[in-house]
């Protein structure tokens, strides 16, 4: 059985994420060009959709639609039981240490977050409208800068995208870390300050110095990397993202995501 307080986290962090999603929503119709002069469908401020162009990737629904993510869903939610049967047991039998716990959340989690998006998705076909996935495949992203801008989270890459890199392009580096600073100072407000509201822990910072290494391996990805073989710049992706992830790992997400301990 779960802990009753971390029920509280979790619904910390959906009310916070509901709130950040309509702010968000408000900047990236302040930033389109072309607002006024295009209809938004209304169904574009009940999505779960933080920018207008992730929006304009849905479509109206066609018959099968249906068919295919249920299809999609059931190798998901069996992969996603699966690990979590390994892991709870794992977790608690040999109590592990955090820093350990961390690493072999990543794989739960991973799946949960592809769960959850598929869900989303079948949820939202009542609508008549099919949401792009919430992740495009990043297993096979062949770099970091690949990782981060087309297959990790799309729905957040495309705000990012719209509403800080773009009024910054004609200075691209700072924008990038730009981009990986909003995107730190973001998970700490969804992630870190409910841990620090319901039991004054506080791990500021940790979100920022994990999305800040993930700008600065992005740099040497684009500048030091680019010549060299596919094998090197796979290798340093996965590097890059999995080893300093105990940052972004730490309690609040683990108590948020249930990860923590039974």
């Known amino acids: 059985m779960l802990k009753n307080s971390d029920w509280k986290f979790s619904f910390d962090f959906l009310a916070l994420g509901i709130l950040s999603i309509a702010f968000m929503k ?3 119709l302040r930033r389109d060009p072309e607002r006024g002069k295009k209809q938004i469908p209304f169904f574009y401020f009940l999505s779960p959709i933080y920018a207008l162009p992730t929006w304009e990737k ?11 993510l249920s299809t999609r869903l059931v190798p998901i939610l069996f992969t996603t039981v699966l ?7 794992l977790i608690t039998k040999f109590k592990i240490p ?12 991973y799946s949960l ?20 996935p919430t992740h495009q495949s990043p297993l096979r992203s062949q770099n970091l800068s690949d990782f981060w801008g087309r297959h990790w ?14 009024p910054l392009r004609n200075k691209p580096w700072t924008g990038v870390f730009t981009v990986f600073l909003i995107s730190g100072v973001w998970h700490e407000f969804l992630i870190n300050l409910p841990l620090y ?32 073989s596919r094998q090197w710049r796979f290798a340093f992706l996965w590097a890059i ?4 992830v105990p940052l972004f790992m730490n309690e609040a997400t683990l108590r948020i995501f249930h990860l923590y301990q039974l």
């Open 26 to 28: 408000w900047m990236s």
């Open 58 to 68: 849905s479509r109206k629904k066609v018959p099968g639609d249906l068919k295919k």
């Open 83 to 89: 690990l979590l049967s390994i892991y709870y047991p």
């Open 98 to 109: 955090l820093l350990l716990k961390s690493y072999l959340a990543i794989f739960p989690l």
């Open 113 to 132: 977050t592809e769960l959850v998006g598929v869900i989303i998705q079948i949820l939202f076909l009542s609508t008549g409208w099919l949401l792009p």
């Open 153 to 166: 989270n799309p729905w957040m890459a495309n705000w990012l995208k719209q509403v800080i890199y773009v």
């Open 197 to 228: 509201y319901e039991q004054g822990t506080s791990l500021f910072g940790t979100m920022i110095l994990y999305f800040l290494i993930q700008g600065v391996g992005v740099w040497i990805d684009k500048f030091y990397l680019q010549k060299k």
């Open 241 to 244: 993202v999995i080893l300093p």
